[in-house]
């Protein structure tokens, strides 16, 4: 069965940064485009990041240009986003999403269970 | 604001057929394909139509899907108290080249 496992959400500061990771398994991770979607407290759903299997293209919502940076590594499946510059609006669920093709473009098949950034002083 | 608009509620009794509508623009569902999710609360989002109008294995036929122009729709018949939840349209935007969702609907079984 695809997991996705994410983790390293945590209680921040404004302005000051964290890394959120995702586990995958169940799958070859090599091959799968990978997305980060986020929910804040009593919003909906929003896309923040995709990469592509090879993480030769990369894609960033506008809110969150500059300031967040996906990447993975294949050889520990793992998906990172690393979000500095955090502000009160980033505070929300962070989702792990793997799709469906190689490419960013390609839809979610799986999400994982989110892991929680709370950006507050 | 969300670049896909859909009604932020709808409702429907036992049994009954209940449509949600998705409308977006010649960038997004105008030029690519359309995927439903749902989502309860405190679970992960689930996959409940792909390509406008395929569900995954495992989704009943109640859930159909169809696509018309830069709008489309999700409907549910026979619907049931499991069916509450929110849902969820999703496309890629070739202008912004990144996914777009809809605000969600959130669907009350009366």
């Known amino acids: 069965d695809v997991q996705l496992l994410e983790s390293g959400g945590h209680v921040v500061k404004p302005g000051g940064s964290l890394r959120l990771s995702c586990a995958g398994s169940?799958?070859?991770?090599?091959?799968?485009?990978l997305t980060w979607v986020r929910q804040a407290p009593g919003k909906g759903l929003q896309w923040v990041s995709s990469?592509?299997?090879?993480?030769?293209?990369?894609h960033y919502a506008d809110s969150v240009k500059g300031r967040f940076t996906i990447s993975r590594d294949t050889s520990t499946d793992t998906l990172y986003l690393q979000l500095n510059s955090l502000r009160a609006d980033d505070t929300a669920l962070y989702y792990c999403?793997?799709?469906?093709?190689?490419?960013?473009?390609?839809?979610?098949?799986?999400w994982g269970q989110g892991t929680l950034v709370t950006v507050s002083s | 604001q969300s670049v896909l608009t859909q009604p932020p509620s709808a409702s429907g009794t036992p049994g009954q057929r209940v449509t949600i509508f998705c409308s977006g623009s010649?960038?997004?569902?105008?030029?690519?394909?359309v995927n439903w999710y749902q989502h309860l609360p405190g679970t992960a989002p689930r996959l409940l139509m792909y390509s406008d109008n395929q569900r995954p294995s495992g989704v009943p036929d109640r859930f159909s899907g169809s696509k018309s122009g830069t709008s489309v729709s999700l409907a549910i018949s026979g619907l049931q108290s499991e069916d509450e939840a929110d849902y969820y349209c999703?496309?890629?935007?070739?202008?912004?080249?990144?996914?777009?969702f809809g605000g969600g609907t959130k669907l009350t079984v009366l």
């Open positions: 990469i592509s299997d090879s993480g030769d293209s990369i």
């Open positions: 010649s960038s997004n569902i105008g030029s690519n394909i």
């Open positions: 999403v793997k799709g469906v093709g190689r490419r960013p473009l390609s839809y979610f098949d799986h």
């Open positions: 169940g799958f070859d991770f090599s091959n799968y485009a």
């Open positions: 999703v496309a890629w935007d070739d202008s912004l080249k990144g996914w777009v």
